[in-house]
């Protein structure tokens, strides 16, 4: 009697465990800016990564039925603070790290969890990036424990940059960034990449300033108009960006803006206020109105349960990519362990949400993609911000061709 009690209570232990495994989550620590100059951009990531969240437990999980679970840490955009972020989500439980908004944050939490692994083999932890794009980060920087989603910042400037050598109307340019190891790659690679396709195209100003500090970009915006500049080239987000554009707006500053992220919180917006239809270009993996049914159907149906009263739609067609190649790395290892996920994620082929084909370069951990040269202006089907303006594609440059060499020294653990 004794013997089937103690058998029977096995069982139901032993399906207790079971029951519990089956709903047990993996957790994504989400460390980006929350509060301060860039909270508008982390907090909108954040919903990103709550809806990608959603939409994947709804499917049925991962690892036949565990969920997966996104835990915000504020970091304020400072590299220090983001360790201690990072710190607290390890000490709670969490083996995987993704964050964003900015380079030297991004460089920090890589050198970080590197030097955390070598120290606890057998708790490794990973880091996803999906958008810091000093391109250090997957050169003499990189990290087998890193991967990027993003395009670096050299890739998406040789975009814009050739683009911009058939423009015979730009003669004058002012490049104009922030003042932190991505502002200094953008300002190195325009310089370079202008000089070697448009030798005859004047530099009339480069400057940075300090990284999310300046409310009034009235004095730079003086100076960019003083300079007689036709064309801006700015790498600018968050802050930086919508209130570059705000104040180029008030001063009526006729220009062309090529950037990286005008897309942002507060930048379309900006961009109607200025008037300049379709003058306005940005580099990027996707827009809404790039033609693609089942991308238009989920952008659609975020903005409806996270755009909010400004109806800020869907930016990150990469942070898309980013967890479901996860969702789908977890599979194919059987496993959550961070080390064997890393292994099926490095050199990962995936067709994204646009039916094309993303890949993972093992000898960098760089994901390529396509990238977009869109404007912003009238006459689109998708608008932003409820400006009734929205971004058109002006151009495309295929995956493959926006593969450049590395010098990253990748050391695969044992």
Not at 120 to 146: I, Q, R
Not at 250 to 258: I, S
Not at 352 to 366: I, K, T
Request: proline content about 4%; hydrophobic content about 40%; overall charge neutral.
């Amino acid at each position: 009697m004794n013997q089937w009690i103690a058998r029977t209570g096995l069982i139901a232990s032993a399906a207790l465990l079971a029951a519990g495994s089956a709903m047990a989550q993996i957790k994504i620590a989400y460390v980006d800016p929350l509060s301060g100059g860039g909270a508008t951009v982390g907090e909108h990531g954040l919903k990103h990564m709550q809806f990608l969240v959603e939409t994947i437990n709804a499917k049925g999980g991962v690892l036949g039925g565990q969920k997966l679970e996104v835990v915000p840490y504020d970091n304020k955009v400072s590299p220090q603070e983001s360790l201690v972020q990072v710190q607290k989500a390890i000490d709670a439980g969490v083996r995987y790290i993704t964050q964003g908004n900015g380079s030297s944050v991004a460089i920090a939490i890589s050198e970080f969890v590197a030097k955390y692994n070598e120290r606890n083999p057998g708790k490794e932890v990973l880091y996803f990036n999906y958008a810091a794009v000093d391109p250090s980060l997957t050169n003499d920087k990189c990290s087998y424990w890193h991967f990027r989603w993003d395009a670096n910042s050299d890739i998406k400037m040789a975009a814009l940059t050739s683009f911009m050598k058939d423009k015979q109307a730009i003669k004058k340019v002012y490049i104009i960034g922030q003042d932190y190891s991505f502002g200094h790659s953008v300002r190195a690679a325009a310089n370079a990449m202008l000089k070697q396709k448009r030798p005859d195209i004047q530099i009339v100003g480069d400057e940075l300033h300090p990284l999310l500090k300046i409310t009034d970009f009235a004095p730079y915006v003086a100076k960019i108009k003083a300079s007689g500049a036709d064309t801006v080239i700015t790498g600018n987000w968050g802050n930086d960006m919508s209130l570059l554009l705000k104040a180029a707006a008030d001063a009526g500053l006729q220009v062309n803006w090529y950037t990286y992220y005008a897309g942002g919180a507060g930048g379309p917006t900006a961009i109607k206020q200025t008037g300049l239809d379709h003058r306005v270009y940005q580099v990027s993996e996707w827009h809404t109105n790039v033609p693609a049914p089942a991308m238009e159907a989920f952008a659609d149906a975020f903005v409806k349960k996270y755009g909010g009263a400004n109806q800020q739609g869907w930016w990150y067609l990469r942070l898309k990519n980013e967890l479901e190649m996860f969702a789908d790395a977890l599979n194919k290892a059987k496993s959550a362990e961070p080390k064997k996920v890393a292994a099926v994620l490095a050199d990962m082929k995936y067709k994204n949400a646009l039916g094309a084909e993303v890949f993972m370069r093992p000898s960098d951990h760089s994901l390529f993609q396509d990238m977009y040269i869109s404007s912003f202006g009238s006459g689109t089907k998708h608008d932003e911000e409820k400006t009734g303006w929205g971004w058109k594609t002006e151009g495309v440059v295929k995956a493959a061709d926006t593969v450049i060499p590395t010098t990253c020294k990748m050391v695969v653990p044992n």
